[in-house]
Nanobody, 123 residues
Framework: VQLQASGGGLVQPGGSLTLSCVAS????????MGWFRQAPGKEREFVAG????????YYAGPVKGRFTISRDYAKSTMYLQMNSLKPEDTAVYYC?????????????????WGQGTLVTVSS
């Protein structure tokens, strides 16, 4: 089982980035997926999630309206389009997977984790 996150980098406030998470070793379409982030000195927090059908999406309050989560079953890949980035979005972003249709916003509900990709929003 592997989740490979990529796409992080340095971006100016107001800019955009798209993160990708490629899944392998498990049946991608049977798993709900999520993005979490962890800023220095803080706990890992839920950012966005998408159900196994792709029809249900959920967002944390601070990113709602700015971030968009999606998934491509043919590529076994999940994406996070991040727009209007703010300095407070700076964190290591992790992708995660849990068996089943339901998206949960808690770290403990997810079985598989990617290695993380660093997003830095700064001028």
């Amino acid at each position: 089982v592997q989740l490979q996150a990529s796409g992080g980098g340095l971006v100016q406030p107001g800019g955009s980035l798209t993160l990708s998470c490629v899944a392998s070793g498990f049946p991608f379409r049977n798993f709900a997926m999520g993005w979490f982030r962890q800023a220095p000195g803080k706990e890992r927090e839920f950012v966005a999630g998408i159900g196994w059908s792709g029809g249900n999406t959920y967002y944390a309050g601070p990113v709602k309206g700015r971030f968009t989560i999606s998934r491509d079953y043919a590529k076994s890949t999940m994406y996070l389009q991040m727009n209007s980035l703010k300095p407070e979005d700076t964190a290591v972003y992790y992708c995660a997977a849990r068996y089943g249709s339901t998206v949960w916003g808690t770290v403990g509900e997810y079985s598989y984790w990617g290695q993380g990709t660093l997003v830095t929003v700064s001028s």
